[in-house]
């Protein structure tokens, strides 16, 4: 008899993992509180990498996770990746060495570029540094269209997705999580995976677990459309570019702290102006839209893959690299649930880890 899943959440890494699922034969359920595909994923920058800032454990993951995305890409129709390279020099100059160092040690194709071959990438930029960093792996995807391309894929398995279903709590029974509560009543299951974002940790204390996160606010702007300009993802200081396949330049930075959410509208008149200065070609193109999301992330700021307090009938994946590492984690979370087969490369990342509970 096939296990009867419900996946909390229709983002990306709700529906990797409700792909995977469906595809091992599971009968899988997919409950969205908001519209199908959820609320963070919208407002993602979409860059598939293993960059900076990642002990070795998170990059061996993230680089599994890219080379999952082919596979996922060679078999799941209306499912694109742009393999476009990214350039890096958003580092003071000797992190950045340390960085290109370290990187080249643990495996990663990363490649030392002139100013001549940063143009010769990238020539519609206006200024660049003497060298930077070119990583050839890496790629960038339509986020939401991503999504619905894994959610359909589940579907036509099988897979139902109820969106605007909001579940109220998480239902227990005889010791084991058992389902979830909605408006309506309560919906059963054999196992149910908390995949919710921001809300993650409010359905889990439903059931006295605690995990510890943060979810901060991140700003993108979306130019209007316009020709071709960049080929494919920028990293400078300040600033990250990528484009469109409709040719709207998405452009994010941190703010230096400053909170999107009071002020989105002048950073993101700020931010348009200095994508118009450093692109040569986008001056006037002017500012379509702009997003605010917020980024699911344990307390460490990596990943919470697996049982909390090894409770039954209940599995976690919250994790802000959600782009990136969606088809690595939707395909580990499937063994385990269905198998017991827990792959070594997410033992480090279990939710009960020190610091997080």
Same mark, same amino acid.
């Given at each position: 008899m096939p296990k009867r899943v419900i996946v909390i959440g229709s983002g990306i890494i709700g529906a990797s993992i409700a792909y995977h699922l469906a595809k091992a034969g599971a009968r899988v359920t997919v409950m969205e509180a908001d519209a199908r595909g959820g609320l963070a994923t919208?407002?993602?920058? &979409?860059? +598939?990498?293993?960059?900076?800032?990642?002990?070795? !454990?998170? =990059?061996?993951?993230?680089?599994r996770s890219i080379a999952e995305w082919r596979r996922l890409a060679a078999e799941v129709a209306g499912l694109h990746v742009n393999w476009c390279?990214?350039? +890096?020099w958003d580092l003071p100059p000797d992190e950045l060495e340390a960085y290109a160092e370290e990187r080249a040690r643990w495996g990663q194709p990363i490649r030392r570029v002139s100013r001549a071959e940063i143009l010769a990438i990238e020539p519609s930029l206006t200024e660049v540094p003497d060298h930077a960093y070119h990583v050839a792996e890496e790629g960038m995807l339509e986020p939401l269209a991503t999504t619905q391309a894994l959610l359909d894929a589940a579907t036509a398995l099988g897979a139902e997705v109820l969106a605007r279903t909001p579940v109220r709590w998480l239902v227990e029974a005889h010791g084991r999580v058992s389902g #979830?509560?909605?408006?309506?009543?309560?919906?059963?299951?054999?196992?149910? +995976?908390?995949?919710?974002?921001? *809300?993650?940790?409010?359905?889990?204390?439903?059931?006295?677990?605690?995990?510890?996160?943060?979810? !901060? &606010?991140?700003?993108?702007?979306?130019?209007? !459309?316009?020709? !071709?300009? /960049?080929?494919? /993802? #920028?990293?400078?200081?300040? /600033?990250?570019?990528?484009?469109?396949?409709?040719?709207?330049? *998405?452009?994010?930075?941190? =703010? %230096?702290?400053?909170?999107?959410?009071?002020?989105?509208? %002048?950073?993101?008149?700020? /931010?348009?102006?200095? *994508?118009?200065?450093?692109v040569t070609g986008a001056k006037g193109i002017g500012l379509d839209y702009h997003t605010v999301g917020y980024r699911p992330t344990p307390a460490d700021g990596?990943? %919470? +893959?697996?049982?909390?307090?090894?409770? &039954?009938g209940l599995y976690a994946v919250v994790t802000h690299s959600g782009v990136t590492l969606a088809p690595a984690l939707g395909l580990f979370a499937a063994a385990e649930i269905l198998g017991g087969q827990r792959d070594p490369l997410i033992a480090p990342f279990a939710p009960d880890r020190t610091g997080l509970t």
């Open positions: 919208r407002a993602s920058w &979409a860059w +598939i990498n293993a960059s900076w800032g990642n002990p070795e !454990p998170y =990059f061996r993951l993230r680089r390279g990214g350039l +890096i #979830v509560m909605i408006e309506e009543g309560v919906i059963h299951a054999d196992e149910t +995976i908390v995949a919710a974002g921001a *809300v993650s940790a409010e359905l889990l204390d439903s059931v006295g677990i605690r995990l510890r996160m943060t979810a !901060p &606010a991140g700003l993108l702007t979306h130019s209007k !459309p316009t020709r !071709p300009l /960049l080929n494919g /993802l #920028v990293m400078t200081p300040g /600033l990250h570019l990528r484009q469109t396949p409709e040719g709207r330049i *998405v452009a994010g930075t941190d =703010f %230096a702290g400053a909170g999107p959410v009071d002020n989105a509208e %002048a950073l993101a008149q700020e /931010l348009q102006s200095r *994508v118009e200065v450093l990596l990943s %919470a +893959i697996g049982r909390p307090q090894a409770r &039954a």
